[in-house]
Each structure stands twice: as structure tokens, then as C-alpha cells.
T-cell receptor, first 114, second 113 residues
């Protein structure tokens, strides 16, 4: 089992719809969770950090479910510009090392259609 | 503007040659990272450095080498020992311990001919 897993998609969604996708992780000791957006042939860009209480930024809502070990990303009123690949990242504490590595999912491709 | 720069954007190399990818940041971040991304796969960690003059192997360090002589710079050398070097290479940095958000440079796309 991979440490971090995502449905690769693509998710084909009409403009204006709501879409949600999940990211599961295997290390119950993980403490930090992130969603990144990656456009084609570009670098990933931080979209949101995911907090225990959940957090919202405009049309985007991120949730953490520790019991089931997954994080989710909800996009409301989707725009054409939301088309991208969404990567999740989860920290993995390295033994004898106080700094955390991030482990990455392979990404979920989202296509918003007019 | 603060940020991370990588050069070159595209790089072509003949088999058997070593090549060095540049990564510079002016964010005053302590930690720096090198990743490799292949189509349909997540980012895989090659090397990381938490502090100047110190670095650790990631999951796929074989065939790569790094140095961290300055806080701002973390160059990656892809050696001829790397069996399949064609990939998209991404450099990232973070503030360091306790701050896990990583920020990326624009990447270098390496093609071995």
C-alpha cells in the first residue's frame, strides 16, 4: 500500500458544479497535511494547509478525518481556471530527525468543462 | 521578489555525462529539497538539507549528488550512474523545523538523448 494515495481521475465536472476528492494516508502519526495545485508542466503551488478543525478559503474547503486517515478537498462553484492536478502531501517524521519530510500523492486530475 | 529559481528550464544531456542543476532561494529558508517527478507519479524525494553543510538521502538518491555550501544554494548533480535520468526535477524550500509547507521553483526538465 502506498503511503499516500489519490484517485488519479480525471474528474470531468461542468462549470459551476461542486467537486470533492480525497487523499488517504497510511501513517497515523502524520501531523501536517497540505493540498497543492499543479498546472500542466509547471511546479506545484500550495493551495491550502489542512488543519484538524478543517479550513475554508473562498470556494475551497479542506477537511481532515484522522479516524479514517484521509483528507478531503471540496471546490464549490467550479471555474474553468480550476482545471489542474491537485496533489496532497502528508508529513512523514524521519526517525532520529526532527524535521519532517513530505510524502506526496500522485495527484487527481480535474477538468472543468464549460 | 522573494522566490526560488532553477536553471536551466530545459536541459539535454548525452548518455554518460554528468550534469548539474541549479537551485537558488532568497526566502531565507533553512531547508531545501530536490524531487523528481515522472508522468503519473507523485513527487519522489532525492535529497534534502536542513542546514548548511549537511544533507540527507531521500528515497531515490542513487545516481545523484548534492552540496549545501551556502544557505541560498542547493545544486543537484545527476551522474552517469543514474539509470533513467529523464524527468522533471523540482527544487523546494521550507522555513525548517516546525514549518512543513514547501515552496517550489519552476523546475528543470532533463532529457537524456
Amino acid at each position: 500500500r502506498k503511503e499516500v494515495e489519490q484517485d488519479p481521475g480525471p474528474f470531468n465536472v461542468p462549470e459551476g458544479a461542486t467537486v470533492a476528492f480525497n487523499c488517504t494516508y497510511s501513517n497515523s502519526a502524520s501531523q501536517s497535511f497540505f493540498w497543492y495545485r499543479q498546472d500542466c508542466r509547471k511546479e506545484p503551488k500550495l493551495l491550502m494547509s489542512v488543519y484538524s478543525s478543517g479550513n475554508e478559503d473562498g470556494r475551497f474547503t479542506a477537511q481532515l478525518n484522522r479516524a479514517s486517515q484521509y483528507i478531503s478537498l471540496l471546490i464549490r462553484d467550479s471555474k474553468l481556471s480550476d482545471s489542474a492536478t491537485y496533489l496532497c502531501a502528508v508529513n512523514r517524521q524521519v526517525l532520529m530527525d526532527s524535521n519532517y519530510q513530505l510524502i506526496w500523492g500522485a495527484g487527481t486530475k480535474l477538468i472543468i468543462k464549460p | 521578489d522573494g522566490g526560488i529559481t532553477q536553471s536551466p528550464k530545459y536541459l539535454f544531456r548525452k548518455e554518460g555525462q554528468n550534469v548539474t542543476l541549479s537551485c537558488e532561494q532568497n526566502l531565507n529558508h533553512d531547508a531545501m529539497y530536490w524531487y523528481r517527478q515522472d508522468p503519473g507519479q507523485g513527487l519522489r524525494l532525492i535529497y534534502y538539507s536542513q542546514i548548511v553543510n549537511d544533507f540527507q538521502k531521500g528515497d531515490i538518491a542513487e545516481g545523484y549528488s548534492v552540496s549545501r555550501e551556502k544557505k541560498e544554494s542547493f545544486p543537484l548533480t545527476v551522474t552517469s550512474a543514474q539509470k533513467n535520468p529523464t524527468a522533471f526535477y523540482l527544487c523546494a524550500s521550507s522555513r525548517g523545523e516546525g514549518y512543513n509547507e514547501q515552496f517550489f521553483g519552476p523546475g528543470t526538465r532533463l532529457t537524456v538523448l
